[in-house]
C-alpha cells in the first residue's frame, strides 16, 4: 500500500512539475509575446522571466520590437506625362504596439505593401519621368510623411478599438449594440473622440440611438447587418450624437 501511494505522490509531482514548467516563459530581450487567455487577449509578456496559466493561458504570437527591413517587388506606377515605370521598394518598419499588430490586421505585411504602393502611385503620379529620376529625396521624403501619418491614423483607431474591447464579463452588451459601436470604430468615427472618452461616449451613443432613434437597433437586430442605406444613417446619427 505504501509502495502504491509513492508512486501516486511521485506521478502527481511529476504533473505538477510539467505544467509548473510549462508556466514559466523567458522571453529574449527585443521580443513580446501576445498571451491568449481562453482565446481572448489577455497581456503582452516584456522580456525577462515571466509566469502564465497552463491550463488557459497560450503563447499566440511572438512579436520582434527590432527594426525590420522588407524590400517589396517592385510596383508598376505611371507618371505625370503617362509614361510606365517599375520602381523598387525597400520599407524600414517597427512594431510599436505588439497587440493592434497581431489583432488589428489579417496580414500586417501585406497591408504595408498596399499601403505603401498606393502612396508611391499618388506621389510618382504628380511628376514627370525627369522628375522622378532626380526627386529621390523628395519622394522619399513625400512617403515618409505619408506613411507616418497613415500609421498614426492606424495607431489612434486602434486605441480606441482596445478601449471598446474593455467591456465587462457579466454585463454583456446586446449584439445590436456591438455591431454598431464596432461600425463607428472601423470606420473611424471615433478619432476625434478622445482615448480615454470613448467609452463614455459609447455609453451615450447607445441612450441617444435608444431614445431618439430605437429603429436602427432594431434594424440591426433583425437583419444583423449594415446595408448602404443604414451605414448611411448610422453615420449621420453618430456624428449628431456627438454635437448632442
Excluded: W
Amino acid at each position: 500500500m505504501n509502495v502504491i501511494g509513492y508512486v501516486i505522490a511521485i506521478i502527481i509531482l511529476a504533473i505538477i512539475v510539467v505544467f509548473t514548467a510549462k508556466g514559466i516563459k523567458i522571453v529574449p530581450e527585443s521580443r513580446v509575446y501576445v498571451i491568449e487567455r481562453l482565446g481572448k487577449y489577455s497581456q503582452g509578456l516584456q522580456s525577462g522571466l515571466s509566469f502564465i496559466n497552463p491550463f488557459f493561458d497560450r503563447v499566440a504570437k511572438v512579436i520582434s520590437l527590432k527594426e525590420q527591413v522588407v524590400d517589396f517587388p517592385p510596383q508598376p506606377v505611371i507618371t505625370k506625362d503617362n509614361a510606365t515605370m517599375q520602381i523598387d521598394t525597400i520599407v524600414y518598419f517597427q512594431i510599436t504596439d505588439p497587440k493592434l499588430y497581431t489583432y488589428g490586421v489579417e496580414r500586417p505585411l501585406a497591408a504595408i505593401e498596399n499601403l505603401t504602393a498606393t502612396t508611391l502611385r499618388n506621389i510618382i503620379g504628380d511628376m514627370t519621368v525627369d522628375q522622378t529620376l532626380t526627386s529621390r529625396d523628395t519622394i522619399n521624403t513625400a512617403m515618409r510623411a505619408e506613411l507616418d501619418e497613415a500609421t498614426k491614423n492606424q495607431l489612434a483607431q486602434g486605441e480606441r478599438i482596445r478601449e471598446i474591447l474593455k467591456q465587462p464579463n457579466y454585463k454583456p452588451m446586446p449584439v445590436e449594440y456591438q455591431i454598431v459601436i464596432i461600425f463607428a470604430a472601423t470606420k473611424k468615427l471615433l478619432l476625434d473622440v478622445p482615448t480615454d472618452k470613448v467609452l463614455e461616449f459609447q455609453d451615450k451613443l447607445f441612450r441617444f440611438i435608444e431614445s431618439k432613434h430605437p429603429e436602427i437597433a432594431a434594424e440591426i437586430r433583425d437583419k444583423k447587418e449594415i446595408s448602404d442605406d443604414l451605414a448611411k444613417r448610422l453615420t449621420d446619427v453618430i456624428n449628431e450624437c456627438k454635437k448632442a
